[in-house]
């Protein structure tokens, strides 16, 4: 202690030799970026014990270069640890450490803390980038130039920069934060800072030539200096890395540092520190762009595409939309709903246009009248689905308008149908027409007047009278009412037929004839004549021709089958022929009438009482046993000998009630139930043969019927 208290009031009397400046290399850097490298002087302490300091001359700063080795020779080991140390806090004065021992490799510096009061403020250091891999300067051979002495300043003063030297704090903090120790050891390489020395060298004057003793120690002292710069190089890493997470960082745990670390600024470390995108990153952004890019595409695209649609849709206006016209029976129907789709663009996007006109059927006025009614649609080439309901809701038919032309109505009645047109896309060669479907829903009447025909107006006695009637809706027999008696209607090829026999004793004149067919009720008008019969007088009644059968002299075995149903037709193929082929002789005929004992007066006027008129014919063959054939094709309804004046007798029952009767065979080519054909051997006949026609019980002249001069049997 008592050396320290020597050298520091020695110490003013002595002028201080200037300090050698030693300047480095030139950076790539600007000026700027270089921080000033801190001139250290060795002054004699101020009698308080504070340090003196030269007043700064200007506040420019000297241009720094970078990878300059600076070396100091001959620099006295003054007390920095004294000198460059910070101001503690007011409570704090600084220690000062008194060497243990002499020893050749200085200690590691033990940094005192510095005084709160009176702090001077630090200078704005700069980030540097070579100062984490500093490197110890090599001794120059030769001795540098000694700085010039520094003038003691009041201490509590901060020092302003020089031209000539940069105004820098040459006391740094005992623990200062790691941007003040990178930025210390920025400024200078010379060991002087890197701890403190002992308490006798801190008397020498700055800028003396060091002893030789330490002069031998200095390779060490470089080494120690390099060790330091690293170690701080590392701690200024730690603290930009640190610096990067915080803005603000949390002060140490260790003893707080009276005052704050020099600002740094930090700019350039965070644009550096910046992390930079990745390849997946980049390209992630630069997909996600592209997206954007074709999302505005697509949205452009999709706004001209709705305005042209628009556009189209205001277009397709019902007067696009088809007409198609629907006539039933004659009457044209009007649809009750449609739902077309009119193209907008293309098949793709359409316009509906739907409509009910009326929900209940439409009522036809007119009644149907025809079995058949037609039903057309224009235009024919859309697909059509037709279902006709009756009363009690069931259907009676369902297809096509094309199917219903061959469909026939069963009976009268009031029928509920509906129509439905179809245009589809598969049915149209242009997928871009109209497509949809249009409805008829109508409500109609069958009444069905069924056609009522007299055949045959006049007629004459004996003769055959025929009324046909068309087809019926409720397929039941038509009736007939009349003073003719008559078998009924019978079915024929067009509807029906009723065969009426005029007796030969019908009153001439009209005659009134009732049809009734399927609730309709309809009056024929028949004209009878009388026909020109030729009668026989005799004076004896053995004269009469025997054997003898008249109207109420049938057999009880022909009677019976003549009130039997008749089948159907057989005489359409062929007609009726003689049942002989060879002549004969009618020694009576239909119509003729036998008296005996007659008057001159009575056979005159051919009136007289008594008398017998013939229904049926009786021939005469040339020839005895001659053969007889079927006059018509029939049925053979009886083929036996009754007996007595019958002998063998054969019914055929030629349809519709008309049967053809034989008396007087002598023998029989026939059996009851046999079919038999026009011309067909039927028998061998006897000296003469009854034959007789009927319809019904009523018979007629079969020589009209043989000979083809029966209108009436000319319809079937």
Same mark, same amino acid.
């Given at each position: 202690?008592?050396?320290?208290?020597?050298?520091?009031?020695?110490?003013?009397?002595?002028?201080?030799?200037?300090?050698?400046?030693?300047?480095?290399?030139?950076?790539?850097?600007?000026?700027?970026?270089?921080?000033?490298?801190?001139?250290?002087?060795?002054?004699?302490?101020?009698?308080?014990?504070?340090?003196?300091?030269?007043?700064?001359?200007?506040?420019?700063?000297?241009?720094?270069?970078?990878?300059?080795?600076?070396?100091?020779?001959?620099? /006295?080991?003054?007390?920095?640890?004294?000198?460059?140390?910070?101001?503690?806090?007011?409570?704090?004065?600084?220690?000062?450490?008194?060497?243990?021992?002499? +020893?050749?490799?200085?200690?590691?510096?033990?940094?005192?803390?510095?005084?709160?009061?009176?702090?001077?403020?630090?200078?704005?250091?700069?980030?540097?980038?070579?100062?984490?891999?500093?490197?110890?300067?090599?001794?120059?051979?030769?001795?540098?130039?000694?700085?010039?002495?520094?003038?003691?300043?009041?201490?509590?003063?901060?020092?302003?920069?020089?031209?000539?030297?940069?105004?820098?704090?040459?006391?740094?903090?005992?623990?200062?934060?790691?941007?003040?120790?990178?930025?210390?050891?920025?400024?200078?390489?010379?060991?002087?800072?890197?701890?403190?020395?002992?308490?006798?060298?801190?008397?020498?004057?700055?800028?003396?030539?060091? /002893?030789?003793?330490?002069?031998?120690?200095?390779?060490?002292?470089?080494?120690?200096?390099?060790?330091?710069?690293?170690?701080?190089?590392?701690?200024?890493?730690?603290?930009?890395?640190?610096?990067?997470?915080?803005?603000?960082?949390?002060?140490?745990?260790?003893?707080?540092?009276? +005052?704050?670390?020099?600002?740094?600024?930090?700019?350039?470390?965070?644009?550096?520190?910046?992390?930079?995108?990745?390849?997946?990153?980049?390209?992630?952004?630069?997909?996600?762009?592209?997206?954007?890019?074709?999302?505005?595409?697509?949205?452009?695209?999709?706004?001209?595409?709705?305005?042209?649609?628009?556009?189209?849709?205001?277009?397709?206006?019902?007067?696009?939309?088809?007409?198609?016209?629907?006539?039933?029976?004659?009457?044209?129907?009007?649809?009750?709903?449609?739902?077309?789709?009119?193209?907008? =663009?293309?098949?793709?996007?359409?316009?509906?246009?739907?409509?009910?006109?009326?929900?209940?059927?439409?009522?036809?006025?007119?009644?149907?009248?025809?079995?058949?009614?037609?039903?057309?649609?224009?235009?024919?080439?859309?697909?059509?689905?037709?279902?006709?309901?009756?009363?009690?809701?069931?259907?009676?038919?369902?297809?096509?308008?094309?199917?219903?032309?061959?469909?026939?109505?069963?009976?009268?009645?009031?029928?509920?149908?509906?129509?439905?047109?179809?245009? +589809?896309?598969?049915?149209?060669?242009?997928?871009?027409?109209?497509?949809?479907?249009?409805?008829?829903?109508?409500?109609?009447?069958?009444?069905?007047?069924?056609?009522?025909?007299?055949?045959?107006?006049?007629?004459?006695?004996?003769?055959?009278?025929?009324?046909? =009637?068309?087809?019926?809706?409720?397929?039941?027999?038509?009736?007939?009412?009349?003073?003719?008696?008559?078998?009924?209607?019978?079915?024929?090829?067009?509807?029906?037929?009723?065969?009426?026999?005029?007796?030969?004793?019908?009153?001439?004149?009209?005659?009134?004839?009732?049809?009734?067919?399927?609730?309709?009720?309809?009056?024929?008008?028949?004209?009878?004549?009388?026909?020109?019969?030729?009668?026989?007088?005799?004076?004896?009644?053995?004269?009469?021709?025997?054997?003898?059968?008249?109207?109420?002299?049938?057999?009880?075995?022909?009677?019976?089958?003549?009130?039997?149903?008749?089948?159907?037709?057989?005489?359409?193929?062929?007609?009726?022929?003689?049942?002989?082929?060879?002549?004969?002789?009618?020694?009576?005929?239909?119509?003729?009438?036998?008296?005996?004992?007659?008057?001159?007066?009575?056979?005159?006027?051919?009136?007289?009482?008594?008398?017998?008129?013939?229904?049926?014919?009786?021939?005469?063959?040339?020839? +005895?046993?001659?053969?007889?054939?079927?006059?018509?094709?029939?049925?053979?309804?009886?083929?036996?000998?009754?007996?007595?004046?019958?002998?063998?007798?054969?019914?055929?029952?030629?349809?519709?009630?008309?049967?053809?009767?034989?008396?007087?065979?002598?023998?029989?080519?026939?059996?009851?139930?046999?079919?038999?054909?026009?011309?067909?051997?039927?028998?061998? /006949?006897?000296?003469?043969?009854?034959?007789?026609?009927?319809?019904?019980?009523?018979?007629?002249?079969?020589?009209?019927?043989?000979?083809?001069?029966?209108?009436?049997?000319?319809?079937?």
């Amino acid at each position: 202690m008592e050396e320290d208290k020597k050298s520091t009031a020695v110490q003013p009397e002595e002028a201080p030799k200037p300090k050698p400046r030693r300047r480095k290399a030139a950076s790539p850097q600007s000026a700027a970026d270089t921080p000033p490298a801190p001139t250290d002087s060795a002054e004699p302490p101020a009698a308080d014990g504070q340090s003196t300091k030269k007043p700064a001359a200007s506040p420019k700063k000297p241009r720094a270069k970078k990878n300059t080795k600076t070396t100091k020779t001959a620099k /006295s080991k003054t007390p920095k640890a004294a000198k460059t140390t910070k101001k503690a806090p007011a409570d704090e004065t600084p220690e000062r450490k008194a060497p243990a021992q002499e +020893s050749p490799v200085p200690a590691a510096p033990e940094l005192a803390e510095p005084k709160s009061e009176n702090k001077p403020e630090p200078p704005e250091t700069p980030a540097r980038e070579d100062a984490a891999a500093p490197t110890v300067p090599d001794v120059p051979s030769t001795p540098e130039l000694p700085e010039p002495a520094e003038r003691a300043e009041p201490a509590g003063t901060e020092p302003e920069p020089t031209a000539d030297a940069p105004a820098a704090d040459d006391t740094p903090a005992a623990e200062a934060p790691p941007e003040a120790a990178a930025a210390d050891t920025a400024v200078t390489d010379t060991p002087e800072q890197t701890g403190d020395v002992p308490a006798e060298d801190a008397a020498e004057p700055s800028g003396l030539v060091f /002893s030789d003793d330490l002069a031998n120690d200095k390779a060490l002292a470089a080494e120690a200096a390099r060790m330091a710069n690293i170690s701080r190089t590392a701690q200024l890493s730690i603290a930009q890395i640190m610096a990067g997470l915080e803005e603000d960082p949390a002060p140490s745990a260790g003893p707080a540092p009276a +005052s704050e670390a020099p600002q740094h600024d930090s700019a350039g470390d965070d644009e550096d520190d910046e992390p930079q995108d990745t390849i997946p990153q980049a390209l992630g952004r630069g997909v996600f762009g592209m997206f954007k890019w074709l999302l505005l595409v697509v949205l452009f695209v999709l706004i001209i595409a709705g305005g042209g649609v628009a556009w189209l849709y205001r277009s397709a206006t019902p007067d696009m939309l088809p007409e198609v016209k629907v006539t039933f029976d004659g009457q044209e129907l009007a649809p009750t709903a449609y739902k077309w789709h009119v193209p907008v =663009v293309g098949s793709f996007f359409r316009r509906t246009y739907a409509e009910t006109l009326n929900s209940s059927p439409v009522v036809l006025e007119d009644a149907i009248s025809d079995a058949s009614p037609d039903i057309i649609v224009t235009p024919s080439d859309y697909s059509t689905q037709l279902t006709i309901t009756d009363a009690d809701k069931e259907t009676v038919y369902e297809g096509s308008v094309t199917g219903f032309r061959s469909y026939l109505f069963a009976e009268n009645g009031t029928f509920d149908a509906k129509l439905v047109v179809t245009a +589809s896309d598969s049915a149209a060669e242009d997928r871009s027409s109209v497509t949809g479907t249009e409805t008829w829903q109508f409500r109609f009447t069958v009444s069905i007047k069924p056609s009522v025909t007299l055949c045959t107006p006049t007629v004459q006695q004996g003769s055959v009278a025929a009324v046909r =009637v068309g087809s019926t809706m409720s397929r039941t027999e038509p009736t007939l009412t009349g003073p003719l008696e008559s078998t009924g209607f019978v079915r024929a090829a067009n509807g029906w037929i009723c065969y009426l026999p005029i007796p030969w004793n019908a009153e001439t004149g009209n005659t009134e004839l009732t049809v009734t067919a399927d609730g309709y009720t309809e009056t024929l008008t028949l004209s009878v004549r009388a026909a020109s019969y030729s009668y026989k007088d005799y004076s004896a009644k053995s004269q009469l021709m025997s054997p003898y059968i008249g109207a109420g002299d049938a057999p009880d075995a022909v009677r019976r089958l003549l009130t039997t149903d008749g089948g159907e037709i057989q005489w359409a193929v062929g007609g009726f022929v003689q049942p002989f082929l060879d002549s004969f002789d009618t020694p009576l005929l239909y119509g003729m009438t036998e008296y005996v004992g007659r008057s001159y007066s009575e056979r005159s006027t051919n009136y007289g009482y008594g008398g017998r008129t013939s229904t049926n014919v009786v021939i005469k063959p040339k020839k +005895s046993k001659d053969s007889m054939i079927v006059p018509a094709s029939g049925h053979v309804l009886l083929a036996e000998d009754l007996g007595g004046s019958y002998g063998y007798t054969v019914v055929i029952d030629h349809g519709a009630g008309l049967r053809s009767i034989f008396y007087g065979l002598t023998a029989l080519d026939v059996e009851a139930g046999d079919d038999v054909k026009q011309g067909q051997l039927l028998g061998t /006949s006897g000296r003469t043969v009854v034959a007789e026609l009927r319809i019904g019980t009523v018979p007629i002249n079969p020589l009209l019927v043989w000979r083809g001069q029966c209108d009436g049997l000319k319809y079937y």
